[in-house]
């Protein structure tokens, strides 16, 4: 049973989420040869508050 982790930063809509979760299962399906039934697909979303790049937070 294939699980996979995807990790962003917030504000995607429920339409996005969707479509992410739904073309995840396809690649997985198509490339392992995995049931569609068995794919897990997690989406993390990662608060902007607690992401920084280049020593700044990306929301200063």
């Known amino acids: 049973?294939?699980?996979?982790?995807v990790q962003m930063l917030e504000g995607r809509t429920d339409e996005q989420r969707k479509a992410l979760i739904e073309k995840v299962?396809?690649?997985?399906?198509e490339t392992t040869g995995a049931s569609r039934e068995?794919?897990?697909v997690f989406?993390?979303?990662i608060?902007?508050?607690?992401?920084g790049?280049?020593?700044?937070?990306l929301i200063d």
């Open 53 to 57: 790049m280049g020593g700044k937070r």
């Open 25 to 29: 299962t396809d690649a997985v399906v």
């Open 38 to 40: 068995k794919v897990v």
């Open 43 to 45: 989406i993390e979303d």
């Open 1 to 5: 049973m294939p699980y996979v982790t």
């Open 47 to 51: 608060d902007k508050r607690n992401y």
